[in-house]
Nanobody, 115 residues
């Protein structure tokens, strides 16, 4: 089992920045990838960014060049540095960890970008 605790959401003006954090505990030795999804009202949850244990990262096209995903040295905390935020980035952001055959989710953190 992996437990996830997220932090860092909030309200920011368009063009601003926020950093999300997600700390994993428990069976962290088998983590393959860590990432972030988001879900806006009335929309499906979408993968925003993911970083693999080898260091490769994926970004959805809409955030590429604006955001950066990273981990700490222990690879048990994942960060999402969000810059140049837009109102359309408003959503609940969920941390996601792939560990072995299992999929774990954080509780979600609200990010609201005002115009």
């Amino acid at each position: 089992q992996v437990q996830l605790v997220e932090s860092g959401g909030g309200l920011v003006q368009a063009g601003g920045s926020l950093r999300l954090s997600c700390a994993a505990s428990g069976s962290v030795f088998s983590i393959n990838a860590m990432g972030w999804y988001r879900q806006a009202p009335g929309k499906q949850r979408e993968l925003v960014a993911r970083i693999f244990s080898g260091g490769n990262a994926y970004y959805v096209a809409s955030v590429k060049g604006r955001w950066t995903i990273s981990t700490d040295n222990a690879k048990t905390t994942v960060y999402l540095q969000m810059s140049s935020l837009k109102p359309e980035d408003t959503a609940v952001y969920y941390c996601n960890v792939l560990s072995g055959w299992n999929d774990y989710w954080g509780q979600g953190t609200q990010v609201t970008v005002s115009s």
